[in-house]
């Protein structure tokens, strides 16, 4: 497996006719990550390395819908997900690469 290194990969489609189309993907650890609630009320996530920026927030910038529920749930179970298969591959390589640091 090929190694890059840290990097923030950021593109940006635009077909005539469609809706433009803007993609982010984080392949780095240098993330800073956070949540809270504003002062109108409304809550929010942001995902930021030092390339590019992503928030999350309700519906329109308003009020908590149910499919804004729904979203948070989702992610809520993604990221949980996320974090069980980054502690067991880490295990795992950890435990692979063990006896190679004895030689």
Excluded: W
Excluded at 24 to 50: K, M, Q, W
Aim: glycine letters at 4%; one cysteine or more.
């Amino acid at each position: 497996m090929r190694n890059l290194g840290p990097y923030t990969y950021v593109t940006l489609s635009m077909k005539p006719g469609s809706v433009p189309r803007l993609a982010v993907s984080f392949h780095t650890a240098d993330l800073r990550i956070r949540a809270g609630v504003l002062d109108n009320p409304r809550p929010y996530l942001e995902i930021c390395s030092p390339e590019a920026d992503v928030a999350i927030s309700t519906t329109g910038a308003g009020h908590v819908t149910d499919a804004d529920l729904h979203n948070a749930r989702q992610l809520f179970n993604a990221v949980a997900r996320y974090l069980a298969d980054c502690e067991r591959l880490h295990s795992e390589q950890s435990a692979k690469a063990a006896p190679d640091a004895a030689v």
